[in-house]
Structures are given as structure tokens and as C-alpha cells.
């Protein structure tokens, strides 16, 4: 079973930038697919970013191409979601999950494996 614990969520300004980071434990993420996904109120889950457990197949969605990186430090067992340029409209809670066939979906329902989720807050 693998364990998620993100933070680094916060309050912003408009234009601003947060990491959120997602630690792993009781396996190793180079062996995982991870993802982000939001959910603003009322919403449905989002998806936000993606990369396979080697890390050469990525994704993105199209509203934050450009100004969202994710990354991961297999030596700390961690993954990144920098988010720069950040608007109103990327206000949500921000969960990381892991995807034990390491495909690195889009589909949240690949995913088996839940962090607690990060608010995020952009002000205006």
C-alpha cells in the first residue's frame, strides 16, 4: 500500500506561484504513475498532471500548459507540482495520487492510491 501526504498549499495572489509536494511512502515512485487532480467546490475532480513511473510518457491539461511543471526527486521519494502564473480559476484542493501499473493516466479512477489533499487559494 502505498502512502501520499501533500503540502504546500496555501493562500497566493494572482500571478503567483506555490509547489505543492506529494511524499511516498511503502513504495518507490519510480516505480509509480503520479498524477495531480483538483476539485474546486461543487466541481468534479480535475485532472491537472501526470507522468508514467519512467517518466517519459507526460501529460498536461490544456488550462495549465505553460504555467504547471510536475516533477519528482526519486532520492527523497517525492513529487512536485509547480504551479506558476496562477488565477482565480486554479483555486481547488489539490490531491496527488499513485497508479500502481505506472501508466500515468488522466482517468482518476486508474488511480488506487489517494493523498489527503492541499487547499489552494488564489486571491484577486
Known amino acids: 500500500q502505498v502512502q501520499l501526504v501533500e503540502s504546500g498549499g496555501g493562500l497566493v495572489q494572482v500571478g503567483g506561484s506555490l509547489r505543492l509536494s506529494c511524499a511516498a511512502s511503502?513504495?518507490?515512485?519510480?516505480?509509480?504513475?503520479m498524477g495531480w487532480f483538483r476539485q474546486a467546490p461543487g466541481k468534479e475532480r480535475e485532472f491537472v498532471a501526470a507522468?508514467?513511473?519512467?517518466?517519459?510518457?507526460?501529460a498536461c491539461a490544456d488550462s495549465v500548459k505553460g504555467r504547471f511543471t510536475m516533477s519528482r526527486d526519486n532520492a527523497k521519494n517525492t513529487a512536485y507540482l509547480q504551479m506558476n502564473s496562477l488565477k482565480p480559476e486554479d483555486t481547488a484542493v489539490y490531491y496527488c495520487a499513485a497508479d500502481s501499473w505506472g501508466s500515468g493516466s488522466s482517468n482518476p479512477y486508474d488511480y488506487g492510491n489517494w493523498g489527503q489533499g492541499t487547499q489552494v487559494t488564489v486571491s484577486s
Open positions: 511503502g513504495r518507490t515512485i519510480s516505480s509509480l504513475g
Open positions: 507522468f508514467s513511473w519512467s517518466g517519459t510518457s507526460t
